[in-house]
């Protein structure tokens, strides 16, 4: 009888056990610090549809639960926290933000065989390491630059252009790519220089560019900073053409940059917001009064295809999943997408915005 009480006692333990299973997904970025804000456009989308992947009956009949860590874009605090994510036991990660972060980061996810899907780091060397389980929802700075480095050379090839960058992975590389497409294009910049990320002011690096008669500033960078500089030239009444990449995708530069954000053009992927299979999806966001820009359903995007993957496999094995993500496409908040075998998106679509009255919209 006590033998048939423990097998009993077993079997409950077991079927318990196995009714509150969780597979854990984890979200990295930088939470805390100058780019919090994007952090929790990555946070906030992550969870939308971890959500609503529950609510779906979760994945493999299994609730899926979400684990957000700091990196702080820090390359060293990105592998520590990298590692706290291993240790949890996550399948995913949704992240890193920054390319800085992201890069070292995959090596610790590579190893333990977990997929990492970044929705922010563009960086090109990120998927050219050949690590089969990264991949992400955004495209690349190469294809940026090019974008970039071609629309300086058409609208002003006759005018004195600055390039400026953070000797950031993101920004330093942003700002090559366009460089190396204007130069080709038969255009050589009047200055390329550096500055310190995380200064209060930059009137100083702005009055050197006016005093060399910059008519056009490119920035690589990040919002922040990119902000401060075009409120310098605004208060020194230095009318410069401010144009730079996709970190400038979130309301805090308006907020930072107040009236000098207007006109500042930047590029950015198409914004999914617009898309009519996104539309439930971001009015559930607007309920919550958060508006999903910038990187929020690129974010949203990475737990809806490692989902489906999950699903198209019938199985939680690494190699399964990260064979599918290669192998089979998938529809999305951002549209249908597929992979390359370096895990890039197979359709890039960078497009222009710029600043006006306080939010960013196309350029018509």
């Not at 997929?115 to 389980?133: A, M």
């Not at 958060?290 to 737990?303: K, N, R, W």
């Amino acid at each position: 009888m006590h033998r048939v009480i423990a097998i009993a006692i077993v079997v409950l333990a077991a079927v318990f056990s196995y009714a509150r299973a969780e597979v854990l997904v984890g979200v990295s970025a930088a939470m805390t610090g100058r780019l919090a804000w994007i952090g929790e456009q990555g946070q906030r989308g992550a969870e939308m549809a971890v959500a609503d992947v529950n609510a779906a009956g979760g994945v493999l009949g299994q609730n899926v639960r979400l684990i957000a860590v700091d990196d702080f874009c820090d390359p060293e605090q990105a592998v520590a926290a990298a590692r706290k994510l291993v240790a949890d036991g996550v399948v995913l990660v949704v992240g890193h933000y920054c390319s800085g972060a992201s890069i070292p980061a995959s090596k610790v996810y590579e190893e333990a065989g977990i997929v990492e899907i970044s929705p922010g780091s563009t960086n090109p060397q990120l998927t050219e390491q050949g690590r089969r389980n990264v991949f992400r929802t955004i495209g690349r700075d190469d294809a940026q630059g090019f974008i970039a480095g071609n629309y300086l050379a058409d609208r002003w090839g006759d005018k004195k252009i600055a390039i400026l960058h953070d000797n950031s992975t993101y920004g330093k590389g942003l700002a090559d790519e366009t460089r190396k497409q204007l130069n080709k294009r038969g255009v050589t910049e009047s200055v390329y220089d550096a500055y310190a990320p995380g200064k209060d002011d930059y009137s100083s690096e702005v009055a050197a560019l006016q005093t060399a008669g910059v008519s056009v500033l490119y920035v690589g960078g990040y919002h922040a900073e990119v902000a401060l500089i075009a409120r310098a030239a605004h208060d020194r009444g230095y009318t410069v053409q401010l144009i730079s990449g996709d970190a400038l995708a979130t309301e805090e530069f308006s907020l930072i940059a107040g009236p000098a954000a207007e006109g500042t053009l930047f590029t950015f992927p198409a914004d999914p917001r617009r898309n009519a299979g996104a539309a439930a999806i971001v009015e559930q966001f607007r309920a919550e009064n958060f508006e999903p820009a910038g990187y929020t359903l690129l974010s949203y995007c990475a737990v809806q295809i490692w989902a489906q993957a999950v699903a198209k496999a019938g199985s939680l094995e690494p190699k399964a999943v990260i064979a599918t993500l290669h192998e089979q496409e998938f529809d999305t908040v951002i549209g249908r997408v597929d992979f390359d075998d370096k895990g890039d998106l197979t359709r890039q679509s960078w497009v222009w915005y710029v600043w006006r009255g306080g939010e960013y919209v196309p350029v018509e």
